[in-house]
């Protein structure tokens, strides 16, 4: 007897076969969590007061990251993409905001784990009165049809200690609430030494306040809240001081020294030699108040609360009968 | 009857279905396919409920514009294109500012071929546990990750791009095309998400029309029909015939910049996930007084979705049983029917001496080896079906 198997097994083996290849749609990749970052949490601060606040309340429990620490202008700063992607690997993203920093506005950092210090007083924002992008100003078509011109910020919103205190706040904030594995305790002691520290400053602001300094012009615009802090009788010169061409040229400067009898010229680092002449020829004596945007050093050691301090105290030198040590 | 008149009864009864192998194929597919279906409804329903459940489960919260809450869930959740209306991004900011949440926002208007393209925070990647399985996450307006699936079916990766759909073919106001840069390709999640294009929700409002890049007119300023002329100022005007560009590279993203305060503009829904119970009380009673917005707990919704599909479902299995059941008696017809056909065989056994036992363990054999095969058939249908997704009903509406 002739037995013809071939359709039975034909079966049998198709379903072997589909069994064996066709069933298992899976990858079999397992679905972890992401890889834990080994040793302590990470803090990003986009500029040197927010790197100085993290580094003072989070002691050796955190490490701390920013533009500035590896040289970097954080004003200038740009990072890549892939800067962009270590930075949102951080454990919580310290900005300034009110403007400072134009890379964050296009780089996508989790909400979650960024922390806009700034954004608590945003009605203390001062404007600005230097456009630094003009490029954004344009209209579409002859009409002006779409006009989007808008204000743009003072940024350096800590030369004011309160605000700066504000600031440092939401930091202490953020990292009692966002680092893992770390003391909310040794953060909050240490948080409140800063705040102290940060007061008594702003107490200086305040008793300068008081004092009937003399005009002043600001070599460069960044000083409008310490300005507001202090009360200063402030001249915007936007002079770009110690480049090879000013900015807005001589003349211009030597207008504002006669429309307002300042004596004093406020410069964020020490002038060269042919500026400094060329400040005494107009009757200007440099005045040192960092920016603090940077620390005056990348390796330097100093703190944020330290070098403010120094900027008051020069201030307080210019107010008549007053010396500081 | 002993031991090798049951094997040489086994062995007849094989060799006489596999002679009529055609005939014992169709049998035990018939049969195979009739007790499978219901057992692969069951099981797809009971994975859809556990998988469909999980992923409620893990969103917490969401917020969306008034209307269904069916819709924005699924939405939400699934990236259903049902349209969805929106409200303003700085919902967001309201929800993380009081410190109770964080609020993941998710614009969800925009397709690539027909695949979602998600406008979201780059944390949306760790709420959901997506790894980065190749290439790298987005950082910035125009780039994107794709979700495996989707990689897989296009034959994507990064450095490629993806070109997002226009709006409407005769909406001449919408906006345009955008070609997305691919950075990186996601982990298999098994979940909604494989089939998604991940991107920054600015890159989203870029796709709505809502901002835009320009073209330096300085590269165009010897084309009359881009460059209109020049205002007293001394600036540069363009005409209308100048279009946004339909790839952000990172130069062009100096001049990126969105008409109104990007807090006013829109999005589809928010993922709104609480530090604590507490927190979860308090800002649902906040959010729950509001009008504007609408607030849905995907578990609850999802349960009640899901009542109504296990009722289908239930009715589905019944009357597949039924049918079963039919199969079942008409192939019990056919073997009674083959067993008359047989009569002449069956006596000419009896008649070379086999027994009424052994001709009755033939016929037992016959049927016990086609319900087998078409147990073993039922059983790899059955384990096929695990291959399929865990949420296929829902994927399948996408």
Partial sequence: MTTNHAPLLGLVAGALLLAATGCDGTSGEPRGAAPEASGPPTVFADNFPLQSFAQVMGGTEVEVNSPCLEGESAVDYRPTPEQIIEIQDASLILLNGAEFANWTANASLPGSRTIITANAFRDQWLESTHHHHHDHDHQHGPEGEGVHDHAHWASHTWLDPNLAREQAAAAAAGMQNRLPGVSTVGIRARAEDLMAELGALADQAALIRGLELPPIIGSEPVYEYLASACGLDLHEADWHWNEPTPHDGMESLRNLVLATGARHLLVPSAPTAERLEVLRELGLEPVLVMPLANPPTPDGTETFTTLMGRNLDQLQALAPGQSVD | ?????????????????????????????????????????????????????????RTPLVVGAPGG????????????????????????????????????????????????????????????????????????????????????KRGLGPGDTILTDPEGLLDIGGGYPLRLRITGVLAPARSPDDGAVFCDLRTSWI???????????????????????????????????????????????????????????????????????????????????RGEIQLARPSVVIAEVLERVFKIGALLAGILVATGVATLAVVALVLALSIRLRRDELDTLSRIGAGRATIATLLLSEVVILAGGAALFALLVLACSFSLPDDLVLRLAN
């Fill in chain 2, 1 to 57: 009857m002993n031991l090798r008149g049951l094997l040489n009864a086994i062995n007849l009864a094989w060799r006489h279905l596999a002679f009529h192998g055609v005939r014992s194929s169709i049998l035990v597919l018939a049969l195979g396919i009739s007790a499978a279906l219901p057992l692969v409804i069951q099981s797809l329903i009971e994975r859809g409920e556990t998988a469909t459940m999980a992923r409620a489960d």
């Fill in chain 2, 69 to 152: 809450g069916i819709d924005l869930v699924l939405g939400a959740l699934w990236f259903l294109p049902e349209p969805l209306g929106s409200i303003p991004s700085r919902t967001v900011g309201e929800i993380t500012d009081s410190g109770l949440a964080d609020a993941l926002p998710l614009s969800l208007s925009a397709r690539a071929g027909g695949a979602p393209v998600v406008g979201t925070d780059v944390g949306y990647l760790d709420f959901r546990d997506l790894r980065i399985a190749e290439g790298r996450s987005f950082a910035v307006p125009g780039e994107c990750v794709l979700g495996a699936d989707l990689a897989a």
């Fill in chain 2, 207 to 289: 796709i709505a029309g809502h901002g835009h890049v320009h073209i330096d007119l300085e590269e165009v300023k010897d084309e009359p029909e881009v460059l209109m002329g020049t205002s007293e100022e001394g600036r540069s005007i363009a005409s209308a015939a100048i279009t946004p560009y339909t790839e952000l590279t990172p130069e062009r993203l100096e001049t990126l910049h969105f008409h109104g305060n990007p807090e006013d503009l829109p999005i589809e829904g928010l993922v709104v996930v609480p530090r604590d119970a507490k927190s979860s009380t308090i800002l649902s009673a906040r959010l729950e007084r």
